[in-house]
């Protein structure tokens, strides 16, 4: 079954680039939306963006500004960026596979990585 | 873009049935899905497309959609269910948004 693991430096110091990698194991990148979600600690989950394996990507408006996702279809391979950070974007940083209902846009999201968290601190 | 609303608790016995309820502040509302996530773990889903659940999610989860609110009912509720449950849906332009999570806590 698919599975996915997400990897990157576990402190960031502020208005520096947080970068994690997610590495998808037993199935193939190509032909899915994956996404990047993340919890503050205990805080609820919020919704980062999405990445289809061709490179199209949708961002949560609100982070928008700082945000950019890449896919690299040879490793299996997708990542985040997120420039500028603070104290706020202190959290655990999931990935996962986004499933489609319709025919525009990924709806719900199975199966999820463990998690990663990030602390932005100097 | 809208909100996705659930209250922040519920506490039931065992044997008993939990509901948990999830309401949209606008029209229309797309599916809704529910997900599962206890201490330390990721979430993982119960019920997808409303009322569609998952194979190895156990047949007490069911999930129901009237108007602008959808429902989590878990039936027989058992120890291991306690955990927080998120709703989640999209918008119209794919952009995702979660409820803000609802703690099941089983007496």
């Known amino acids: 079954q698919v599975q996915l693991q997400e990897s990157g430096p576990g402190l960031v110091k502020p208005s520096e680039t947080l970068s994690l990698t997610c590495t998808v194991s037993?199935?193939?990148?190509?032909?899915?939306?994956w996404s990047w979600i993340r919890q503050p600690p205990g805080k609820g989950l919020e919704w980062i963006g999405y990445?289809?394996?061709?490179?199209?990507?949708n961002y949560n408006p609100s982070l928008k500004s700082r945000v950019t996702m890449s896919v690299d279809t040879s490793k299996n391979q997708f990542s985040l960026k997120l420039n500028s950070v603070t104290a706020a974007d202190t959290a655990v940083y999931f990935c996962?596979?986004?499933?489609?209902?319709?025919?525009?846009?990924?709806?719900?999201?199975?199966?999820w990585g463990q998690g990663t968290l990030v602390t932005v601190s100097s | 873009s809208y909100e996705l609303t659930q209250s922040p608790s519920v506490s039931v016995s065992p044997g008993q049935t939990a509901r948990i309820t999830c309401s949209a502040d606008a029209l229309p509302k797309q599916y809704a899905y529910w997900y599962q996530q206890k201490p330390g773990q990721a979430p993982v889903v119960v019920i997808y497309?409303?009322?569609e659940r998952p194979s190895g999610i156990p047949e007490r989860f069911s999930g129901s959609s009237s108007g602008t609110t959808v429902t989590l009912t878990i039936s027989g509720v058992q120890a291991e269910d306690e955990a927080d449950y998120y709703c989640q849906s999209a918008d119209s332009s794919g952009i995702v948004l979660f409820g803000g999570g609802t703690k099941l806590t089983v007496l």
């Open positions: 037993g199935d193939s990148i190509r032909s899915y939306y």
């Open positions: 996962a596979r986004a499933l489609m209902v319709g025919d525009l846009f990924p709806d719900w999201f199975d199966p």
């Open positions: 990445i289809y394996s061709s490179g199209n990507t």
């Open positions: 497309k409303d009322s």
